[in-house]
């Protein structure tokens, strides 16, 4: 097999030279410029440092469909603050990406990407924002689309976006200490790496970490993708196979010399087949490698003391105001204005993983409450018929919105005092925490992320907790806790202490960056 390796590896060499070859000397001489400024304007500070280069598909503010796009946000930065390390991004160049950004971004260099027969063009733009630089990956034809994922050649298009990430550091000469890959999208990269590029000049001595944000969606196809579109020999077979398909998260999880996921309890939670989709075995024979590490969140973007999208600023200290931002959201909404009325939000893709199972059960009884619902979210149809029926039977308590709308969900965090955050499986989970720092308690199930960052005030002491929580699978059980916290909002001082204990939770980065930091320590020596 090592022979059939380094025969690969020579092939992609000579795949390269061929491609610099035709390219000609204008280009070479072009590319040498680019590889000068690239030098000079980014690298030259932070030479000394050791680099972790980042692989993504999404990251704010760029462009993000959810909780992904926050942590590649947001935890670059915080390792760049801590001055550990030389973080970089990479993301595919979307035509979805706003103007205001775009118009920034400096064009590096181009090159050509192999994919076994095709050789496609690939732009690569540079932009520093926030102490991280973020390179964009460009070819129209793969990315200038609507919506991010769900076209039919997504394997292909993601598999040419990690085959880049590759491509991309010869052409810049840049190599990362650490190739930080996260989900299935970029579990290529790793795959290229550890495997067709692993014996290169410059690739030998990368370190691959692969981040599981949610072990549901792990890119699965065909028998036949795997010389035909990814262009992998055969030997590849053995590491990307899995109950009968090609599985790109299961080759990642194997290739990589350690992987994660984002909180512990998950890490936990993915040895047990009721969570792990069918990968238990992977995770259970590979748990040497694996560590959990729960997200943070950007205590800067949310942060009810200056957030600009809300009707009124408040604190942990001065929390007044958020009744006027609760009036406010009443008023928009055309709620009944009732000060004491507790207002309950679910904020949400709207899919069965996030336990709305449990609410469609219960939603009537919950409905005979004095309380008030909305609902913002997308997702499968069932479920945002479901929520739009609810309102027309209770449109005087009950309002949905099908949108994905980060001004409006401010408004409905700030102006909340009940999160309702049920899920069945969540591999951390981010909203629950802004619930919190907007003081909208949160009432979740001990689930992965929830379990590690909500303390339940409904213990035995009645004290400490910033939320509610309840432990199985089960909608009279959620609904138990829930009138808990609805009859609990009733004791206006019992209350202000949860939301004091909500507000001032610690959910920086900084805790968890330093774990990163730590486990980046750990894979270089
Ligand atoms: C995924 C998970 C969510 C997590 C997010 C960021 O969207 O479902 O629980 O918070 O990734 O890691």
Known sequence: MAETKKTATKTTAARSAKTTEKTGAKRVAAKKTAKVAVKDEIEAVVSAKKSILFVASEANPFIGTGGLADVIGSLPKAIAESKAYDVRVVLPLYGEIELKYREKFKFLCNFNVPLSWRN????????????????????????????????????????????????MMHNIDYYPEILHCHDWQSALAVIYLKTVFAEGYGYDHIKALFTIHNIEYQGKFGNEVLGDLFGLPDYCREYLEYDGCINLMKGAMQLAERFSTVSRKYASEIKNPFFAHGLEYMTTSNDYKLTGILNGIDEDVYNPETDTKLFANYSAEKPENKAVCKRELQKMLDLPEKENTPLIAIISRLVAQKGLDLVKCVLDELMSEDVQLVILGTGDIEYQDYFKDAENRYS??????????????????????????????????????????????????????????????????RR????????????????????????????????????????????????????YIKLYDNMMI
Request: glycine share 10%; with cysteine.
């Open 120 to 167: 496609q063009y690939c732009g690569l733009f540079a932009y520093k924002y926030e102490g991280v630089t973020y390179y964009f990956i460009d070819n129209e034809y793969y990315f200038k689309r609507k919506g991010l994922y769900g076209h039919y050649d997504d394997g292909e298009r993601f598999a040419f976006f990690s085959k880049a990430v590759l491509e």
């Open 464 to 515: 400490g907790g910033n939320g509610f929580s309840f432990k199985n699978y089960n909608a009279h059980e959620m609904l138990y806790v829930l009138k808990d916290a609805i009859y609990t909002y009733g004791n206006k001082e019992e209350w202000a202490g949860i939301v004091k204990n909500a507000m001032t939770t610690d959910f920086s980065w900084k805790k968890s960056a330093g774990e």
């Open 396 to 461: 005087f308590k009950c309002k949905t919105i099908i949108a994905y709308n980060k001004d409006l969900a401010s408004k409905i965090y700030s102006g909340a005092d009940i999160f309702l955050m049920p899920s069945k499986h969540e591999p951390c989970g981010l909203s629950q925490m802004i619930a919190c720092r907007y003081g909208a308690i949160p009432v979740v199930r001990e689930t992965g992320g929830l379990a590690d960052s909500i303390t339940p005030h409904n213990n035995d002491f």
